[in-house]
Each structure stands twice: as C-alpha cells, then as structure tokens.
C-alpha cells in the first residue's frame, strides 16, 4: 500500500524558515517524481514544485521560486521542502504527492502556519 | 502560465441525477507526439485529501468508480459524474499538467440537494 506522511509543519514567525519531510512508502521512490502542493484555509490547489526521480530537474511555481527548494534523498525513501523568507501568504496545508506529470497518491498534509 | 477556468463554481443536484462539470484551458493540453491532453480530476471531500479521480482526461484511477466519466480533448473537459450519490459531495477539481508551472482550476462544488 502507498503511503506518503508528511511532517515538519507548525506554527512560525514571517521571514523564517521551515523544512518539511513526506516519507514514502510502498513503492519504489527512487522512480518516481515527486510533487509539493499547497491549499491555503477554505482556498483552491496550488501546485508549487517537482523534482523528477534522480533529482535531474526540479521545477517551482513563480510564487516560491528563490525561497523554496526541493530535494530528495532516495536512500531515506524521502521528500523535502525546505522554505525560507516565509510570508504570510505560505499559510496553508503542504501536500507531498507521487507522479511526474499526473499523480496518483496524496499524503495527509501538514500545516504551516506563518504568523507573528 | 496556462489559465484552467471552472464552472460552475457550485453546483447542487438530487442523488440519482447525472451533473455535468467544466474545466477549459487557455491552451490545448493535447500533445501531439503521443495524442494525449495532460489534463486531470481530482475530488476533495470535506476535510480530506484530495483524491486523484482522472488522468490523461479520460482515464479512471484504480478504484474510481465508472459513474465518473472524463471526457473532451484539447481545450476543453468535462467530468461526468452519473447517478450522483450522498458520498459525492465535495469538491472537483481539474489540472492540467502539459507544462509547468502545472495549474489548477479553481474548483467546482458539488452539493446535495
């Protein structure tokens, strides 16, 4: 069974930083790309970065590029996203999903709250 | 960016009725080498995860089942959701993925009458 546990959320100052974890399990990590997507309170989906399963590329939506990366390591079978110069506007539930292109399976989510 | 329109923003229906949902994209989504639109479905259902309905925009996930229908090709879909039950209450959401940055719509509420 596919499972994604993101971790790492919480409740920061602006201007921070955060690293997020989605540990996977229950497929070969190591050949899939991997998605981060976001939902701000009572919001819409926004999809804010990819990295493709040898870490070849990554790409990132205009709203975090500069402060966000994503990285992987496949020997951990695990996914990060680590956000500086956070804002208010960050605020949202983080989703790490499974898939290149289209994905197939959602974690749980984790909370980032940015707020002084 | 590729802009992903929805409608309608809500929609309500009685259990049994079929509800017909929109997602147009300022570009096409079909890629010709492979004559496949990169174009998905998603459902959230209140205070879930959303779930992975339709790729490819006619493909059902593993274990969708077949009242949910996507269809259409280029610029435009739509997902059919036939006999709609109490369970289907939720959010539907489509994406494409031809390019990046990958956008979403902005969603369609489907609600119970």
């Known amino acids: 069974e596919v499972q994604l546990v993101e971790s790492g959320g919480g409740l920061v100052k602006p201007g921070s930083s955060l690293k997020l974890s989605c540990v996977a399990s229950?497929?070969?990590?190591?050949?899939?790309?991997m998605h981060w997507i976001r939902q701000a309170p009572k919001k819409g989906l926004e999809w804010i970065a990819l990295i493709y399963y040898d870490s070849s590329n990554k790409y990132y939506a205009d709203s975090v590029k500069g402060r966000f990366t994503i990285s992987r390591d496949n020997s951990k079978n695990t996914l990060y996203l680590e956000m500086n110069s956070l804002r208010s506007e960050d605020t949202a539930m983080y989703y790490c999903a499974k898939g290149t292109g289209y994905t197939s399976y959602w974690g749980q989510g984790v909370m980032v709250t940015v707020s002084s | 960016d590729i802009a992903i329109t929805q409608s309608p923003s809500s929609v309500a229906v009685s259990v049994g009725e079929t509800v017909t949902l929109s997602c147009k994209s300022s570009?096409?989504?079909?890629?010709?080498?492979?004559?496949?639109?990169?174009l998905g479905w998603y459902q959230q259902k209140p205070g879930q995860t959303p779930k992975p309905l339709i790729y490819w925009a006619t493909n059902r996930h593993t274990g969708v089942p077949d009242r949910f229908t996507g269809s259409g090709s280029g610029t435009d879909f739509t997902l059919i959701i036939s006999s709609v039950q109490a369970e289907d209450l939720a959010d539907y959401y489509c994406e494409q993925y031809f390019v990046y940055p990958l956008t979403f719509g902005s969603g369609t509420k489907l609600e119970i009458k």
């Open positions: 570009q096409s989504l079909l890629y010709s080498e492979n004559n496949k639109d990169y």
């Open positions: 229950g497929f070969t990590f190591s050949s899939y790309g």
